[in-house]
């Protein structure tokens, strides 16, 4: 029988955003970052009440299909508690549907916070799990859960009737690392980008992109230099190009002049990691071409805070 929580328990939660693959390591690395959603819940009598601000004001839904709303109620769930009623704050920086990590930061979010008012029965690794379950890859919603940089993966049973396992662990990333975010001002489906890939690829595509991944991993700790070579790619951002032609444009140009550029997660944003600013020459032109420039440290993992009103 599970527990019902008192009302006026509240957690207020803080999310990273996140960039996803990094180039070669598609539905595997993924970098914290730091540009940040934030969300109230609060345990009332009765009913469900959401408000949001900021990014997607007026553009999310207002029920029990927010995705916030889900996984607050898959966090309960599994932390055996049940809430007589909600009331759930959103007020979101990170971009939506841009490849930001909106979508698992919401994930996150609402598990997390359901943890906290639960008393944190559940594990960081449930965590991963129950966010990474909405997406169904686990590179984002490990990257905000955990902060820095992930190495994600994902073990599908051989029964195939039991669920998925999302698993990763945490990398440290060098300090001198920055992320530089070129953001166009139209949204990108993930899963209409992902029906241009191809079903099948080459072993030279494969190898080309398992040795390019080893590289990034080491990149990203302790060798920044060979972030332009780490972040190669042949399995998705060529095929993905044909439907996001203004990223790719910009990913080619910043590439050809040297800029550790790629695609960030299915798009469309424009993702540059690099060790020094980025001649602020070339960012005036990106937002000539009106794209929204965030310069962003990488984030640590996601915060929260417990009270009572």
Known sequence: MSILLEVGTKATVSVPGS???????????????????????????????????GEGEGELPLDGSHLVVKAIRSGLTAANVEAPGLRVVCTNAIP??????SSAAAAVAGVVAANALADSPLTGEQIVQLSSAFEGHPDNAAASVLGSAVVSWTTVPVDGRSQPSYQAVQLPVHPEIRATALVPDFHASTQAVRRVLPDHVTHVDARFNVSRTAVMTVALQNHPELLWEGTRDRLHQTYRAEVLPVTAEWINRLRNRGYAAYLSGAGPTVMVLSTEPIDERILDQAREDNLRVLELEVAGPVTVEVGTV
């Open 19 to 53: 960039s996803a693959n990094l180039g070669p390591g598609f539905d595997t690395l993924g970098l914290a970052l730091g540009i940040w959603d934030t969300v109230e819940v609060e345990v009332t009598d009765a009913g469900l009440e959401i408000e949001v601000y």
């Open 96 to 101: 939506q549907s841009r490849g930001l990590g």
